[in-house]
Structure formats: structure tokens, C-alpha cells
């Protein structure tokens, strides 16, 4: 097996002598796709990179000057997940877990390409007579709206603020700096300043929003509670009803501290029976101490005092005095001693009236504390009996009362809570902060410079051209080894 040398023929394919047999095509083709062809594939075709080359630098410079520049505008945004508490019980609970405030942080992002958003921004700066975005510059440039135009079928009328909104939705975006809660916002226009103009209109759009949807979800809590508020207070009216009623029927009868006045009455009427029994005790103890001796009545020092027995005492032994020293000096007959005798029978008679009246009056006390704890005890009976009745029905009435209690509570803390809600919704508890406004650009973001867009068709239409060329040549090459064996 031996194999012929190969020359290189003037195109780059290998010559005839080059040929292997038949049955080794294969160890050809290496030759004919070597760098060196290549090259000279190439560089007989000069003339399609340079012509590529040149359309290359004139399709990007008049793609740099032609298309419609972009701008486009940050604003930065702290998004925290946590509210400002600005109530000690607010309806939004706080969410300490990573994964759910990033999961409320995304969700919120939603929130900046929605309509309701979108829309205040058009409405803010009256997008739908701007004809960049109201869809009249798109239509100006749109070939199918040219064609449909000249065939006479004339568009149906437009919606402003809807194509608006749909132009919004595209040139709006927001992305989330990781491991942070700051977001940025981006917008394009066609000018640097209405870029800015629309980046800080959408964080302002955005924040409002966030609020309004705290407020609607609170504003929807409430409405809720007040409608349950009709409800609760009708039952809270019936149960207390449900106690008066109850109260009527039974005859009972409660203090201000919710204590049974027939309760209050019977310790009452205990307290004056164990003050009569006193007062009793007190009045039988003189009585017996008055009627255990006979009393002398002429005695100073004698069971009964009073002032006046007192008085006649000490008149009664003055005068006795004076009889027994008239009599040892005068006889019986005399006058002054008959006279004193007289006196002394007069002051007897007043001292025995005087005691049977203090006597009269220790019995009259003491039938008076006698009737007066009788009386008490009838009393204390027949309170005994009301409490007893009151007692059963009180058992009854503590099971109303209660379900009144609750009632009540539970109608209190929704009226409660209801117009905290209430006041909750009026509130802007939202903690989103703009860290940085948005700043006109000083240079578009698309299409890139011209300059460098020219590098770029330079270097694409001469890479191109090449490649043509290289191509148009390996083809020759393939269709001349092809003919060569059959010679």
C-alpha cells in the first residue's frame, strides 16, 4: 500500500497525484479544510468580506441613528415586610419568618405592573394624550396599520389609557436586590426626563397603592364587623331582657353591687335582732336588779338613783333631823315639830312615787325591748323565707345574668375592635421608603453608541463575508475531489 505525494493545485484543492484509492476518502478531507485553505479560500475572495464589512458598518450606523433611543430610569425602594405598628392591636399580624416576608416582599412587586398602579401613573401625567404612549406613534410606524390604511378599512376607535397602561406594562420593571430589601425600579422612554418623570411616578403610584390595599383589606374587615355588630346587639338587648323580665316575675329585687336586697334586708334585720337581744338582756338585768330587794327608799345609798329620788333623800334626812331635835327640845304638840312631821310625810310620799316611777319604767323598757326583739324576729323570719324563695330563683337568674355577661363582652369588643378597624383604614401604616428618586440619564440605553454599533456590523459583515467565502471555496474543493477519481 503505498500513497501518492499531494501538491496544493492553484485554487487550494489537492491535485490528482494527492488522491488516495478509493476506499479512503476520509484522509482527504482533513487537506482540503486546513487553516492554509482556508486562508487562501479567503483571500481569492477578498472582495465579499470587504463588501460585507462595509454594509456591516452602514447597517449599524444607520441602525444608531435611526432607531428611536431608550432611556432609562432607577428609583431605589426599601420594601420592608413589616408594617409600622401604629396600633397595639392591628389586623395585620407580624411576620418574623424569612421566607414569608420575602414571599410578602414578591408579592408586593406584583403589585407595580398592575392596573390599578398603571393607571394612576397615566393619570398622573396624563400619558394618554402623550403619543409615545397612547399607541399613535406606534400606529404612525406599524406596516400592517399602513397597509390596512391604503386599502381603506379604517381602525375602530382606541382606548387611550388602555394602550397606555398595556405600553406602561412593558417599559415597567422591578427586581429585588438579593439578600436585601431593596428594590429597584427601571423605566425607558423615549427622553431622559420622562423616563424620571414616570420612575418616580411608579414608586409614588406604588406606595399609594400598597396603602389603598391596606386600607381596602381593613375597610372589608370592618364593614364585615359591622355588620355583625346589628346581630350581636340584638342578642345582647334580649339577654338583658331576658334578666329584667326574670327579675319582674320573681319579684327580686338587687343593689348596685348585684347583691339580693332581701339578702341585704334579712343581714340588716340580723344585725338590729342581735342589737335588741342586747338591749333585752341589758333592760332584765336592771329590772331584776330593781325588784330583787326592796328598795329603800330613804337610803342614799339604795338601789334606785335618779336626780329627784337624790334630792328627796337628802330633804328627807334634813328634815328628820330637824324633827328629832325639835322633839328632844319641845313637846309632841309643837307647832314647827308638827309642822316638820307634816314635811317628812310629804317628802315620804314623794320618794315612794318616785321610786314605783322608776320602777314603771324599767318594766316599761323592758316589755318595749321585749316587744321590739319579738317584733325582729318575726321580721328576720319572713326575710328568712323571701331569701330561701329568692335563693332558688337567684340560681336561675345567675345562669341569665351570665349569658348576658357574655353577650355584652362579646357585643363590646366587636364595637371596639370595629372602630379601631374603622380608624385603621384612615391610616398609612405602610414602611416603603424611596432611598434615591429617579435621575434623567445622560445617555440612552438602547440602541448602544453608533460607534460602537459600526465595530459591530464591521466585525459581523466581515466575519460573514469570510465565511461566505471560505464556504463558496470548501464547495469547489468537495466537487473537484469528487470528479478525480472517475478521471
Same mark, same amino acid.
Request: glycine fraction near 6%.
Given at each position: @500500500?503505498?500513497?501518492?505525494?499531494?501538491?496544493?493545485?492553484?485554487?487550494?484543492?489537492?491535485?490528482?497525484?494527492?488522491?488516495?484509492?478509493?476506499?479512503?476518502?476520509?484522509?482527504?478531507?482533513?487537506?482540503?479544510?486546513?487553516?492554509?485553505?482556508?486562508?487562501?479560500?479567503?483571500?481569492?475572495?477578498?472582495?465579499?468580506?470587504?463588501?460585507?464589512?462595509?454594509?456591516?458598518?452602514?447597517?449599524?450606523?444607520?441602525?444608531?441613528?435611526?432607531?428611536?433611543?431608550?432611556?432609562?430610569?432607577?428609583?431605589?425602594?426599601?420594601?420592608?415586610?413589616?408594617?409600622?405598628?401604629?396600633?397595639?392591636?392591628?389586623?395585620?399580624?407580624?411576620?418574623?419568618? +424569612?421566607? +414569608?416576608?420575602?414571599?410578602?416582599? #414578591?408579592?408586593?412587586?406584583?403589585?407595580?405592573?398592575?392596573?390599578?398602579?398603571?393607571?394612576?401613573?397615566?393619570?398622573?401625567?396624563?400619558?394618554?394624550?402623550?403619543?409615545?404612549?397612547?399607541?399613535?406613534?406606534?400606529?404612525?410606524?406599524?406596516?400592517?396599520?399602513?397597509?390596512?390604511? @391604503?386599502?381603506?378599512?379604517?381602525?375602530?376607535?382606541?382606548?387611550?389609557?388602555?394602550?397606555?397602561?398595556?405600553?406602561?406594562?412593558?417599559?415597567? +420593571?422591578?427586581?429585588?436586590?438579593?439578600?436585601?430589601?431593596?428594590?429597584?425600579?427601571?423605566?425607558?422612554?423615549?427622553?431622559?426626563?420622562?423616563?424620571?418623570?414616570?420612575?418616580?411616578?411608579?414608586?409614588?403610584?406604588?406606595? #399609594?397603592?400598597?396603602?389603598?390595599?391596606?386600607?381596602?383589606?381593613?375597610?372589608?374587615?370592618?364593614?364585615?364587623?359591622?355588620?355583625?355588630?346589628? *346581630?350581636?346587639?340584638?342578642?345582647?338587648?334580649?339577654?338583658? #331582657?331576658?334578666? =329584667?323580665?326574670?327579675?319582674?316575675?320573681?319579684?327580686?329585687?338587687?343593689?348596685?353591687?348585684?347583691?339580693?336586697?332581701?339578702?341585704?334586708?334579712?343581714?340588716?334585720?340580723?344585725?338590729?335582732?342581735?342589737?335588741?337581744?342586747?338591749?333585752?338582756?341589758?333592760?332584765?338585768?336592771?329590772?331584776?336588779?330593781?325588784?330583787?330587794?326592796?328598795?329603800?327608799?330613804?337610803?342614799?345609798?339604795?338601789?334606785?338613783?335618779?336626780?329627784?329620788?337624790?334630792?328627796?333623800?337628802?330633804?328627807?334626812?334634813?328634815?328628820?333631823?330637824?324633827?328629832? +331635835?325639835?322633839? @328632844?327640845?319641845?313637846?309632841?304638840?309643837?307647832?314647827?315639830?308638827?309642822?316638820?312631821?307634816? *314635811?317628812?310625810?310629804?317628802?315620804?310620799?314623794?320618794?315612794?312615787?318616785?321610786?314605783?316611777?322608776?320602777?314603771? =319604767?324599767?318594766?316599761? *323598757?323592758?316589755?318595749?325591748?321585749?316587744?321590739?326583739?319579738?317584733?325582729?324576729?318575726?321580721?328576720?323570719?319572713?326575710?328568712?323565707?323571701?331569701?330561701?324563695?329568692?335563693?332558688?330563683?337567684?340560681?336561675?337568674?345567675?345562669?341569665?345574668?351570665?349569658?348576658?355577661?357574655?353577650?355584652?363582652?362579646?357585643?363590646?369588643?366587636?364595637?371596639?375592635?370595629?372602630?379601631?378597624?374603622?380608624?385603621?383604614?384612615?391610616?398609612?401604616?405602610?414602611?416603603?421608603?424611596?432611598?434615591?428618586?429617579?435621575?434623567?440619564?445622560?445617555?440612552?440605553?438602547?440602541?448602544?453608541?453608533?460607534?460602537?454599533?459600526?465595530?459591530?456590523?464591521?466585525?459581523?459583515?466581515?466575519?460573514?463575508?469570510?465565511?461566505?467565502?471560505?464556504?463558496?471555496?470548501?464547495?469547489?474543493?468537495?466537487?473537484?475531489?469528487?470528479?478525480?477519481?472517475?478521471?
Amino acid at each position: @500500500m503505498s500513497n501518492t505525494t499531494s501538491k496544493p493545485s492553484p485554487d487550494g484543492a489537492v491535485s490528482k497525484d494527492a488522491e488516495t484509492r478509493p476506499n479512503e476518502p476520509s484522509s482527504a478531507l482533513p487537506l482540503l479544510v486546513s487553516p492554509s485553505a482556508a486562508v487562501g479560500w479567503v483571500a481569492r475572495r477578498w472582495y465579499w468580506p470587504a463588501l460585507f464589512a462595509l454594509a456591516g458598518i452602514a447597517a449599524g450606523a444607520s441602525y444608531g441613528q435611526w432607531t428611536p433611543p431608550r432611556y432609562t430610569a432607577y428609583t431605589d425602594l426599601l420594601v420592608p415586610p413589616a408594617n409600622l405598628q401604629v396600633l397595639p392591636n392591628d389586623i395585620y399580624p407580624q411576620n418574623l419568618q +424569612s421566607d +414569608s416576608q420575602l414571599l410578602d416582599i #414578591e408579592s408586593k412587586l406584583r403589585l407595580l405592573n398592575s392596573g390599578n398602579v398603571l393607571r394612576r401613573v397615566s393619570r398622573e401625567l396624563d400619558l394618554p394624550n402623550n403619543p409615545e404612549f397612547n399607541g399613535e406613534a406606534k400606529a404612525g410606524t406599524n406596516l400592517f396599520a399602513l397597509l390596512d390604511g @391604503m386599502l381603506g378599512n379604517k381602525p375602530g376607535p382606541v382606548d387611550r389609557e388602555l394602550e397606555v397602561m398595556r405600553t406602561l406594562a412593558e417599559r415597567i +420593571s422591578a427586581k429585588r436586590v438579593e439578600r436585601s430589601y431593596m428594590v429597584t425600579i427601571a423605566v425607558w422612554a423615549r427622553g431622559p426626563e420622562a423616563a424620571a418623570r414616570i420612575a418616580d411616578a411608579s414608586a409614588k403610584a406604588f406606595q #399609594e397603592e400598597v396603602a389603598q390595599a391596606d386600607a381596602d383589606a381593613a375597610g372589608r374587615a370592618a364593614s364585615g364587623l359591622k355588620d355583625r355588630l346589628a *346581630e350581636l346587639k340584638k342578642a345582647a338587648s334580649e339577654a338583658e #331582657e331576658k334578666v =329584667a323580665q326574670f327579675k319582674r316575675s320573681h319579684g327580686l329585687q338587687t343593689t348596685a353591687n348585684g347583691e339580693l336586697l332581701s339578702a341585704q334586708t334579712m343581714a340588716q334585720i340580723s344585725t338590729k335582732l342581735v342589737d335588741a337581744n342586747t338591749r333585752l338582756v341589758s333592760a332584765q338585768a336592771r329590772y331584776d336588779e330593781l325588784t330583787a330587794t326592796k328598795p329603800n327608799e330613804t337610803n342614799p345609798l339604795g338601789t334606785l338613783q335618779s336626780a329627784t329620788l337624790t334630792s328627796l333623800r337628802a330633804q328627807h334626812a334634813s328634815t328628820k333631823q330637824t324633827i328629832d +331635835s325639835l322633839s @328632844m327640845t319641845y313637846g309632841s304638840q309643837y307647832p314647827g315639830l308638827v309642822r316638820a312631821r307634816s *314635811e317628812l310625810r310629804g317628802i315620804q310620799q314623794a320618794i315612794k312615787e318616785e321610786t314605783n316611777r322608776i320602777l314603771r =319604767a324599767a318594766q316599761l *323598757e323592758l316589755d318595749q325591748a321585749a316587744a321590739t326583739v319579738n317584733t325582729l324576729k318575726e321580721q328576720a323570719e319572713r326575710a328568712r323565707v323571701a331569701v330561701a324563695a329568692d335563693n332558688d330563683a337567684q340560681v336561675q337568674l345567675n345562669d341569665l345574668q351570665r349569658d348576658m355577661t357574655t353577650k355584652i363582652a362579646i357585643y363590646q369588643t366587636f364595637l371596639t375592635r370595629a372602630g379601631e378597624t374603622a380608624e385603621r383604614q384612615l391610616l398609612n401604616s405602610t414602611n416603603i421608603r424611596v432611598i434615591s428618586t429617579a435621575i434623567p440619564p445622560t445617555s440612552r440605553s438602547w440602541p448602544p453608541r453608533t460607534a460602537l454599533l459600526a465595530a459591530g456590523g464591521l466585525a459581523a459583515g466581515f466575519g460573514f463575508g469570510a465565511a461566505l467565502a471560505a464556504g463558496f471555496g470548501l464547495l469547489a474543493a468537495l466537487r473537484r475531489a469528487r470528479r478525480q477519481p472517475s478521471a
